[in-house]
Nanobody, 124 residues
Framework: QVQLQESGGGSAQAGGSLRLSCAAS????????MGWFRQAPGQEREGIAK????????YYADSVKGRFTISRDNGKNTVFLQMNSLKPEDTATYFC?????????????????WGQGTQVTVSS
């Protein structure tokens, strides 16, 4: 059973930065697909970044491309989301998710495992 634990959420001013972490445990594959999603109140969950931990492919939604960076530390089984140039519209609960492999797009149904989420609030 894969378990995911996010950390690093909080508050920031517009234009500021935050870094989220997701510690993964319980998987036996040499690589898995790790993704970051976010959900604002009253809105659908949105996929924003993902990567396969065993390859170099990185994928971003247009809404965060050029501002957010997903990276990993395989030795610590941890995936990060560096968020720069934050905007008030980035305010949401951010979730880490995992799947056996990365598929096209950011469908929530492709990801079997989810963290509990961490709140990010950006003020203007």
């Amino acid at each position: 059973q894969v378990q995911l634990q996010e950390s690093g959420g909080g508050s920031a001013q517009a234009g500021g930065s935050l870094r989220l972490s997701c510690a993964a445990s319980g998987y036996t594959y040499s690589s898995i697909c790790m993704g970051w999603f976010r959900q604002a109140p009253g809105q659908e969950r949105e996929g924003i970044a993902k990567m396969n931990t065993g390859s170099s492919g990185l994928y971003y939604a247009d809404s965060v491309k050029g501002r957010f960076t997903i990276s990993r530390d395989n030795g610590k089984n941890t995936v990060f989301l560096q968020m720069n140039s934050l905007k008030p519209e980035d305010t949401a609960t951010y979730f880490c998710a995992a799947a056996d492999f990365c598929q096209r797009g950011f469908r929530t149904t492709d990801f079997l495992y989810w963290g509990q989420g961490t709140q990010v609030t950006v003020s203007s």
